[in-house]
């Protein structure tokens, strides 16, 4: 079966489905800097600062101050902003030449949760490796969860998308890495595509 037969719009997660990513690089980063072990990804990002940042209710200066207070960070800001950015790694162009191919026949966007530190990052992972020289060069229109002040898995920021782009929930596949976010999008109608980094890319989906 088609995965886009019936499909009028596409939605794309940034982070492990456009981008390359491995939280574990930001740890190991961070835990040069202080006597604690942070732990997995999940244990560190529990803390509600991640969530503020990434809603647009901490500035960048305030989360790198709250989270090196939290942690006991010795190090100063540019070296918090290149291992907090350790994360990212490669965005493929395949992948790119791919949206931007399918943007010729279907509403394509982008719907991240992400931060202005991390954001600013992958426009520059972005220039370097594709022809793009931004994300909104390549989707009708990118959504980011700091500047819409809500996030993933919350309905709300999906109902904003489709509201705003009368968007038909049945007609629109919603492509994450996260299954907590492909239920969220779920809730609300959205045709799913759960992408596990691991194991395979949209490029096996969706060529």
Known sequence: MNILENIEAIIFDLGGVIINIDFSLTL???????????G???YL???PI?????TGKLSE???????THIYKLQANQEQLVKAWNAL???????????ISKLSNKYQTFILSNTNPTHLFEVENILRQQTKANSLKEIVQKPYYSFEMQKAKPET??????????NLVPQ?????DDSLANIEGARKLGLQTLHINPKQNSILDFLR
């Open 40 to 42: 997995e990804g999940e």
């Open 61 to 67: 200066k305030e989360f790198f101050e709250n989270l």
């Open 45 to 47: 990002t529990k803390n």
């Open 50 to 54: 991640f969530y503020e940042f990434e």
């Open 88 to 98: 990212l790694l490669d965005i493929p162009e395949s992948r790119t030449d791919l």
């Open 28 to 38: 190991r980063a961070l835990e040069q800097y202080t006597d604690r072990k942070l």
């Open 156 to 165: 709300a920021i999906y109902e904003q998308v489709i509201e705003e782009n």
């Open 171 to 175: 007609k629109t596949l919603f492509v």
